[in-house]
């Protein structure tokens, strides 16, 4: 028995290009935040290292470094590997 088959629709090249561009920018905009995120943890713990250091302040360094730590680890869209751990120029849906 043969049986009819529906063609797929075919996505106008605009709309297509309007999404590619779409994802684009979110991707754009998740590595400004991972970025964004990456120094504010370097700042936080140059910060606390100052303070316990060159201040002298008594500090419970560990216990808030570990706090730094478990927050940028908290994170689900931040790598664990740094700032630059995206890949760069990568765009989901891009070859449709």
């Not at 028995?1 to 561009?21: D, F, G, I, K």
């Not at 990456?38 to 060159?54: K, P």
Request: aromatic residues 4%; charged residues 15%; without cysteine.
């Amino acid at each position: 028995m043969n049986t009819l088959q529906r063609p797929e629709p075919v996505t106008p090249p605009a709309q297509r290009n309007a999404r590619s561009a779409d994802a684009a920018a979110g991707i754009k905009n998740l590595q400004q935040l991972i970025e964004l995120r990456w120094i504010a943890v370097v700042g936080q713990v140059f910060t606390i290292e100052m303070a316990h250091y060159s201040l002298a302040l008594k500090l419970p360094l560990q216990e808030m470094l570990l706090v730094v730590g478990g927050l940028q680890r908290g994170e689900p869209a931040a790598p664990a590997h740094g700032p630059r751990g995206a890949q760069r120029g990568a765009v989901p849906g891009a070859a449709d």
